[in-house]
């Protein structure tokens, strides 16, 4: 099992910045995959970022030009770098570790940390 802990979040106005980091420890040998991901009220919880340990990056649509994620495989830490964040963007973000059994996929999820975007 991998645990995770979440840094960053927190209140922003529109336009602006945030950065979102989490260390990952434990069983971090078994990790392929890190990324964030997040719940809006009322929404379900969605792939925001993803970064495979061989370095391949998915984003979601909604945030391609204005989000960055970045991995650290010495730190084993990931990074979410926030810019020209929306209201839309605010949610509760939640840390990933993943790997796969076979085609089987397992994950460890970090306790969250509250972006909130609004003026």
């Known amino acids: 099992q991998v645990q995770l802990v979440e840094s960053g979040g927190g209140l922003v106005q529109p336009g602006g910045s945030l950065r979102l980091s989490c260390a990952a420890s434990g069983s971090i040998f078994s990790i392929d995959a890190m990324g964030w991901y997040r719940r809006s009220p009322g929404k379900q919880r969605e792939l925001v970022a993803e970064?495979?340990?061989?370095?391949?990056?998915n984003y979601a649509d909604s945030v391609k030009g204005r989000f960055t994620i970045s991995r650290d495989n010495v730190k084993n830490t990931v990074r979410l770098q926030m810019n020209s964040l929306k209201p839309e963007d605010t949610a509760v973000y939640y840390c990933n570790a993943a790997h796969w059994v076979a085609r089987t996929r397992f994950d460890d999820w970090g306790q969250g940390t509250q972006v909130t975007v609004s003026s």
């Open positions: 970064i495979t340990s061989g370095g391949s990056i």
